[in-house]
């Protein structure tokens, strides 16, 4: 990491721009996009922040910390609640205490520890979760509540488990170019690591820099391909879990069709069965050939059209990013108005200039006007650059009283305009409502033949004191839509705490009472991330 | 189906050839592969064929029949276990009644009415398992110990539910290309009925002309494709099934990160867990590009790293099937000695001629040699027709006293030709104990950047009498090998009856024990085509 993690923003503290930046920033939105006169505030120092005193007395054959500042890290992931707490210096819900095992026998100690005292374990990887899923509340709701104290119900407290002990890259099998790696090795020391091999192992999520193997693996993670490889799923050949009843591993074999595959078991998982160790992971070369360019369209339509017939002749752009005007005015993109499609294609083996002529026929019968190649190689870095360093300008945007979130579903392409026009609607009002104005924006992340993933970013006024209370309002407003209208809560966010109520509605009663029949037997003391992607049942004390 | 279904064998009896043409077969195997005199029988009539009285009373409220013929038609899968019982005339493992329900209702009372009873249920597509997945018998071993009788342990009768009676498609969504059907469908009238929409689902087990939507899904079967769809999984949308504890179904998205996939619990659940009703599945249109080649390869290694480096380049042929000289021999292509490659791209967007020349650059480099254009066309439908065609021949050598039998796997790259070689050893070695000869052939049906699936054929001579212990000691054997190192018991035959044992040294006793708590959750009674897949717990009665 170059530089030092804020203890309460996205990131490095290093790239909070001073006040002058952020100020100018301010004056864009004032002037852009309709917030009235903003106030920009300092966050508070590591000291002034608020922690409460650990009370769970550690097993002594774990490495396990109580150290403030390592609690205070691991004490919300990087979601608006929690960027909002933290700016205040709120850091109620801290765990008790930091356990940092160095291989499986720490944790399976560790895992018996907390069972026979109960005490909560949550999983941490590199704690970039948007949905509550390390927040150490086990009975609230990780913001959705208004959570600023921790709630750990009957539990005797709660532990954090670290995964950076377990960051090695074990084997590389260049043969079958695939390696075993650690699932606390973070994005860039996995692609460093295998320099050497020259492989890669090619998924990009935008927490790339901050986020760990075993997180990607825990809770679905989406990377930068827009098609095909859209999830983390797509790269794993084989996972391997210490719960509390054992060992969970599937063999690392190149596919097979014996049973339910175990590894799904894992995938989304979100720590409530056990602790991801370990992975095999599929890898390959740098790409070779590569050709990208964006077209602009007058609608918004045109643009989704033309991504669904790109998508439906089954090419696979690597790069499909259909950003609306708002988007387009977001990303600072030279195209005021208009809808961009940012459209790639990378490959090994041959040339991709005959897929892009392809999709670029395409985007031309549905009216595409293709932006001539500098400004076309301009939105295309504009754009991967915003996309690293996105989640940085919510650090500014919270720091000058805006709220901003996201949130990001996939549906049915004969349901798109639908849901999209009942969510624009619904979230505007809610807006609206809660904030006294607001904006929203959608693009695509990633599309599939028989539908898109579209991605919202939404930002209001916010107001001292009410910010969780606001952005609740707006969230739920989203979410419920969202369901009604037959998507999915989330396509790569996770479920974590927050989106817990819409995924049980989601989900067929039945599906969640096998779920929780499989925790009851790896986990049978209830101790695993409680309150994650499960409702925490009842434990006995 | 253009015929009467064959009671004992394969397919239809119309393509049981008579004897005069099974003698011509008989004499190439005599002279080709070594096999002494050969005798060709004949198969009995169906009212020879012996079938215990059925012992449960039924349903009222749930069509049900103890037809004798209908009893005979869902006794046994398509296995060589299973085809030489039938052309001994042996049923004594017969269900007691197949259920013919008409819709989700029908099934619902009968799963109600059957935990009350303590009667086994077993879902019943097609009917083509090789694996034991379909025959009632609870506790044995679908012919892997010898069963030619029925154990039912502690259950009180046994009923085969057929799921022809749901076989509709439901709804086609032509904008999103993907239509929802019934279970029960089987894969030509899928494909009439999508015609009207320019749509196919693309997906030819070898199996195709007999087998259904629901059963592919609940075996995770294998298509045509060699590469990317690979598997029926990555074609589902979202399964929907009825269990003895309620509806278990996921939301039709095109894709979630909403937990772990509650798709991937139905897909390889053979059964275990409820009766899978119907689907959503992703469409397309028929390829407008195509192109073939046949390849030569004097040695079956160059082979090999030729096609480890095509798919390593992230090509993705439709077709990529290479075949050692034995499978060369069997499947009658005009190359004796050397192994082929058959190789295939099809695309709907663009031509694929360059796939091709970069693929067959690949081939040269590794030593192979491309046929000319007319014999490669000729290696390419004789592939194709054997490939549909192939189960026939089980049915004539059945006839003629020849063992013959087909295993499958998965296995990384780095470990595949330890595998093969102690494989090959160890099945010849078999063969000659057992039968006292024996031929064995290889090809790759499917491939991954990871690693081969390799396919297995093996014919040997028969004992009358002594078939279902010869077939054993073989089948063994290779499963052992397989599972000793590093391979899956099976990438598209799906686990059954025959597997198990094997199976349950692949996975983790951890995800056992999952299985078996959402087992025990889904279906209480544990009457869900028991001993399929799980080892059948104890039934209290």
């Given at each position: 990491m170059n530089g030092t993690e804020s203890f309460w923003g996205w990131g490095v503290s290093e790239k909070f721009p001073e006040r002058k930046t952020r100020r100018e920033l301010a004056e864009r939105l004032e002037t852009e996009l309709g917030f009235p006169d903003l106030t920009v505030q300092e966050p508070p120092s590591l000291s002034e922040c608020r922690v409460p005193e650990p009370s769970v007395s550690l097993p002594e054959d774990v490495p396990c910390t109580t150290e403030r500042d390592v609690r205070i890290h691991h004490t919300y992931g990087k979601s608006y609640p929690d960027l909002v707490r933290g700016f205040r210096g709120q850091f109620g819900p801290a765990p008790d205490a930091v356990a940092q095992?160095?291989?499986?026998?720490?944790?399976?100690?560790?895992?018996?520890?907390?069972?026979?005292?109960?005490?909560?374990?949550?999983?941490?990887?590199?704690?970039?979760?948007?949905?509550?899923?390390?927040?150490?509340?086990?009975?609230?709701?990780?913001?959705?509540?208004?959570?600023?104290?921790?709630?750990?119900?009957?539990?005797?407290?709660?532990?954090?488990?670290?995964?950076?002990?377990?960051?090695?890259?074990?084997?590389?099998?260049?043969?079958?170019?695939?390696?075993?790696?650690?699932?606390?090795?973070?994005?860039?020391?996995?692609?460093?690591g295998l320099e050497a091999y020259g492989l890669q192992l090619r998924h990009y999520p935008q927490s790339y820099e901050f986020s760990t193997v075993g997180g990607w693996i825990a809770t679905r993670a989406g990377g930068h391909f827009a098609t095909r490889y859209t999830h983390i799923d797509d790269f794993v050949e084989s996972v391997r879990a210490v719960t509390p009843a054992g060992i969970l591993e599937a063999r690392d074999v190149p596919a097979s069709g014996a049973g339910p595959d175990p590894n799904r078991f894992l995938l989304g998982s979100e720590g409530a069965f056990g602790v991801i160790t370990e992975a095999w992971l599929r890898l390959q070369p740098r790409p070779v050939h590569r050709a990208r360019v964006s077209v602009e369209f007058d609608s918004f339509w045109g643009g989704v059209e033309a991504t669904r017939e790109i998508v439906q002749s089954r090419l696979t752009p690597a790069n499909c990013r259909l950003l609306d005007p708002t988007e387009v005015l977001l990303n600072e993109i030279p195209a005021p108005g208009k809808s961009v499609l940012v459209l790639g294609f990378e490959s090994l083996a041959q040339p991709v200039e005959s897929d892009l002529e392809t999709a670029l026929a395409i985007c031309d019968s549905h009216g595409g006007t293709i932006q001539d190649e500098t400004e076309s190689a301009d939105a295309g870095d504009s754009w991967r650059n915003s996309f690293f360093d996105g989640p940085y300008l919510f650090n500014q945007l919270v720091s000058m009283g805006v709220l901003v979130d996201t949130f990001e579903t996939a549906v049915t392409w004969d349901r798109f305009e639908e849901l999209h026009t009942t969510l624009t609607r619904a979230v505007q009002n809610a807006m609206a409502d809660a904030c006294g104005m607001g904006v929203m924006s959608c693009r695509f992340t990633h599309v599939y033949p028989d539908g898109p993933a579209p991605y919202y970013t939404f930002l209001a006024l916010a107001e001292e004191g009410r910010e969780l209370e606001q952005w609740r309002q707006i969230k739920s407003a989203a979410a419920d839509v969202l369901i009604a209208h037959g998507a999915t809560i989330t396509h790569h966010h996770a479920v974590g705490r927050v989106h817990r109520d819409w995924y049980e509605q989601e989900q067929s009663e039945t599906y969640l009472a096998a779920l929780q029949s499989m925790k009851r037997t790896l986990d049978p003391a209830g101790i695993m991330n409680p309150g994650a992607l499960l409702h925490n049942r009842e434990i006995r004390r």
């Amino acid at each position: 990491m170059n530089g030092t993690e804020s203890f309460w923003g996205w990131g490095v503290s290093e790239k909070f721009p001073e006040r002058k930046t952020r100020r100018e920033l301010a004056e864009r939105l004032e002037t852009e996009l309709g917030f009235p006169d903003l106030t920009v505030q300092e966050p508070p120092s590591l000291s002034e922040c608020r922690v409460p005193e650990p009370s769970v007395s550690l097993p002594e054959d774990v490495p396990c910390t109580t150290e403030r500042d390592v609690r205070i890290h691991h004490t919300y992931g990087k979601s608006y609640p929690d960027l909002v707490r933290g700016f205040r210096g709120q850091f109620g819900p801290a765990p008790d205490a930091v356990a940092q095992p160095t291989d499986e026998t720490d944790i399976q100690r560790l895992l018996e520890w907390a069972s026979e005292e109960t005490v909560a374990v949550i999983p941490f990887g590199g704690g970039t979760s948007v949905v509550g899923g390390v927040e150490p509340d086990l009975e609230g709701r990780a913001g959705l509540d208004g959570t600023t104290s921790r709630s750990t119900g009957a539990y005797n407290g709660v532990v954090s488990l670290s995964l950076d002990g377990l960051d090695s890259i074990h084997e590389v099998d260049e043969r079958s170019r695939r390696a075993r790696v650690g699932a606390g090795i973070y994005g860039p020391a996995l692609n460093e690591g295998l320099e050497a091999y020259g492989l890669q192992l090619r998924h990009y999520p935008q927490s790339y820099e901050f986020s760990t193997v075993g997180g990607w693996i825990a809770t679905r993670a989406g990377g930068h391909f827009a098609t095909r490889y859209t999830h983390i799923d797509d790269f794993v050949e084989s996972v391997r879990a210490v719960t509390p009843a054992g060992i969970l591993e599937a063999r690392d074999v190149p596919a097979s069709g014996a049973g339910p595959d175990p590894n799904r078991f894992l995938l989304g998982s979100e720590g409530a069965f056990g602790v991801i160790t370990e992975a095999w992971l599929r890898l390959q070369p740098r790409p070779v050939h590569r050709a990208r360019v964006s077209v602009e369209f007058d609608s918004f339509w045109g643009g989704v059209e033309a991504t669904r017939e790109i998508v439906q002749s089954r090419l696979t752009p690597a790069n499909c990013r259909l950003l609306d005007p708002t988007e387009v005015l977001l990303n600072e993109i030279p195209a005021p108005g208009k809808s961009v499609l940012v459209l790639g294609f990378e490959s090994l083996a041959q040339p991709v200039e005959s897929d892009l002529e392809t999709a670029l026929a395409i985007c031309d019968s549905h009216g595409g006007t293709i932006q001539d190649e500098t400004e076309s190689a301009d939105a295309g870095d504009s754009w991967r650059n915003s996309f690293f360093d996105g989640p940085y300008l919510f650090n500014q945007l919270v720091s000058m009283g805006v709220l901003v979130d996201t949130f990001e579903t996939a549906v049915t392409w004969d349901r798109f305009e639908e849901l999209h026009t009942t969510l624009t609607r619904a979230v505007q009002n809610a807006m609206a409502d809660a904030c006294g104005m607001g904006v929203m924006s959608c693009r695509f992340t990633h599309v599939y033949p028989d539908g898109p993933a579209p991605y919202y970013t939404f930002l209001a006024l916010a107001e001292e004191g009410r910010e969780l209370e606001q952005w609740r309002q707006i969230k739920s407003a989203a979410a419920d839509v969202l369901i009604a209208h037959g998507a999915t809560i989330t396509h790569h966010h996770a479920v974590g705490r927050v989106h817990r109520d819409w995924y049980e509605q989601e989900q067929s009663e039945t599906y969640l009472a096998a779920l929780q029949s499989m925790k009851r037997t790896l986990d049978p003391a209830g101790i695993m991330n409680p309150g994650a992607l499960l409702h925490n049942r009842e434990i006995r004390r």
